[in-house]
């Protein structure tokens, strides 16, 4: 009576411990993986205030977290008429990355990386900016 009432709950509750017990992933080949076998799918969604970028595939219901050490933002910028130097200060890469993800997150895009030197590099459609990721840490969670 007690082994057929403790599997009844056991069989009930196995849905709700594989939604808290999601298994997390701790290698960028899977989000290389992914992004080789359908690079369209996979968006960049958010970052947070920790410098974590969080890219969601709509393919394989994957989001995929990068933990980054520094940011760094290149594209189109104004010379002066000495020598090429810049006119105005750039703000840092965080900085960029942030307004972008927050103004148009649907221009950016997944252009390359780099699993061995632990870099991304990701695009900006609308700003034509790059942003190249040294990172720390992936993670690939499934939905």
Known sequence: MINELLLRIALIARPFFRLIMAQVI???????????????C????RMTDEQSVVLSCSSCKSVHYLITTTIVSSGPSETG??????????PPGEECLKACVSSHPAALSLREMDVFQDLVRLRCADCRRLYDLAVETFETRQK
């Open 42 to 45: 996979v968006t960049i969604k």
């Open 26 to 40: 701790r290698s960028g080949a899977f989000l290389q993986q992914c992004w080789s076998v359908h690079p369209l």
């Open 81 to 90: 008429a000495s020598g090429g130097h810049k006119v105005r200060d750039e």
